[in-house]
């Protein structure tokens, strides 16, 4: 019974996450390693922003993966 519960929740939770399209990540790197792993996968730093976030559509996050595959 349990099983089958969570089999119903983890469909419900694939099933919502395509439905609601997320169209970037954003990230908050720790220091200068951390922003430069993240700039070699083709995120950006946001302009103006005083924590340094960096960020990349989803579209070109997926391109980067399909690339290095």
């Not at 919502?16 to 720790?30: C, D, G, N």
């Not at 951390?34 to 996050?61: H, K, N, Q, T, V």
Request: proline residues 4%; aromatic residues 10%.
């Amino acid at each position: 019974m349990i099983k089958a519960t969570k089999s119903r929740s983890d469909f419900n939770r694939s099933n919502r996450s395509a439905q609601a399209e997320v169209l970037s990540r954003t990230t908050h790197p720790i220091d200068d390693n951390a922003r430069s792993f993240y700039a070699r996968w083709g995120f950006c730093e946001l302009p103006y922003d005083p924590r340094r976030a960096m960020i990349i559509r989803m579209a070109d996050l997926r391109l980067s993966f399909a690339e290095r595959q």
